[in-house]
Nanobody, 124 residues
Framework: VQLQASGGGLVQTGDSLRLSCAAS????????VGWFRQAPGKERDFVAG????????RYSDSVKGRFTISRDNVENTVYLQMNSLKAEDTADYYC??????????????????WGQGTQVTVSS
């Protein structure tokens, strides 16, 4: 499966952005998807995940209540709605996928397919 992340940009503190992860190449509805982010000089961290059916979602503590992950299996796309953005949300955001899995993993090494990053910059 091939993943294409998009939707990043430059915004101000408190603004919103919606990232998209568009998939092609396989039956996307069977894949669990995670969003990760990596700030300069830091490790890649888990942000949010959604299982293949959309029934299970998972969030890092730092984004819980502000970010929402969702999926449209007809459009083969997973979304990350980001509200109340903070300067510390600034990073390159990556989507990743793995077949099946009822519970999205927070570990990046559990995901097999990765998209390119989309940059999010939040100015204070």
């Amino acid at each position: 499966v091939q993943l294409q992340a998009s939707g990043g940009g430059l915004v101000q503190t408190g603004d919103s952005l919606r990232l998209s992860c568009a998939a092609s190449g396989d039956t996307f509805r069977w894949y669990t998807v995670g969003w990760f982010r990596q700030a300069p000089g830091k490790e890649r961290d888990f942000v949010a995940g959604i299982n293949w059916s959309g029934a299970n979602t998972r969030y890092s503590d730092s984004v819980k209540g502000r970010f929402t992950i969702s999926r449209d299996n007809v459009e083969n796309t997973v979304y990350l709605q980001m509200n109340s953005l903070k300067a510390e949300d600034t990073a390159d955001y990556y989507c990743a996928a793995v077949y099946g899995k009822e519970v999205p993993s927070t570990r990046s090494d559990r995901y097999v397919y990765w998209g390119q990053g989309t940059q999010v910059t939040v100015s204070s």
